[in-house]
């Protein structure tokens, strides 16, 4: 860029900004004896040169923040009207990527020690967590184990109900089967005020066919909307909570 602007050297914007990050790191106690030539006069095949550019700019946040902006997120985030194109503007060059994943972040390309903390109960971790024998290890806090099972397992906390013929969630369509997606959902919004219940989780997917924002409607229909419930939270197909309101309203995004 410096051959190509047109004014005498010291005029141009690559010496200037050249010698802005030069004086910058000057000013460090350390970095006064450090001699680099002006940015005309500067051979980049001069290993000697480079070292001392290099020693001397190693910490500039100006220079890091130039390379950053100037030549990876220019060749990596560039983006016209709200769109990434393919190749940088003007050349023919393609663009690259810049991407990662849990498995990048659990490992050792970013730092040498990571503590990672879950919340759920097992050992389903990126494989660079690992110790040195390859063997992925969650350390569980004494007691996890028998707390799970104690909160699981208490009639405080649980209760289990089996649906047969003479349930009231039994099928009553003359279908046959013992249960039907309908049914189920007839006995849960049929008796959420009653009972208690202000949340649906189909943990065994019990409820088939229908969508999320399907399955709030036949809950509203069935038995919400007449016990005064105001709205359904469910979520939609990009995982955003929404409400389905009582008035029909759908897709109201939760605040």
Request: hydrophobic content about 40%; glycine content about 8%.
């Given at each position: ?72 997120f220019a060749s990596t985030c ?50 660079a967590f690992g110790d040195k ?123």
């Amino acid at each position: 860029k410096f051959n190509k602007e047109p004014a005498p050297p010291s005029s141009r914007e690559s010496w200037q900004l050249f010698q802005d990050w030069i004086e910058d790191e000057r000013t460090l106690p350390e970095k006064k004896r450090i001699e680099v030539l002006s940015l005309e006069l500067f051979a980049p095949s001069d290993v000697s040169q480079l070292e001392d550019l290099a020693n001397l700019l190693e910490h500039s946040r100006s220079a890091c923040a130039h390379y950053l902006r100037q030549m990876v997120f220019a060749s990596t985030c560039y983006l016209k009207d709200s769109w990434t194109v393919d190749r940088l503007p003007g050349t023919r060059s393609r663009m690259m990527r810049l991407s990662s994943s849990s498995m990048d972040l659990g490992g050792d390309a970013l730092f040498a020690v990571r503590v990672g903390f879950t919340g759920t109960p097992n050992e389903v971790l990126p494989r660079a967590f690992g110790d040195k024998y390859g063997k992925n290890r969650c350390a569980y806090e004494p007691g996890d184990d028998a707390q799970i099972i104690s909160t699981l397992t208490s009639s405080k906390h649980v209760s289990v109900e089996a649906i047969t013929a003479g349930h009231e969630a039994a099928a009553s369509d003359g279908s046959g089967a013992v249960w039907t997606v309908g049914s189920i959902l007839s006995y849960v919004a049929g008796r959420a005020k009653s009972r208690g219940w202000f949340a649906l989780i189909d943990a065994g997917a019990l409820v088939t066919g229908f969508t999320n924002v399907q399955v709030a409607q036949q809950l509203m229909e069935r038995g919400l909307e007449r016990d005064g419930f105001k709205g359904v939270v469910y979520l939609d197909e990009k995982d955003r909570k929404c409400v389905l309101m009582a008035d029909g309203r759908a897709g109201v995004p939760v605040a």
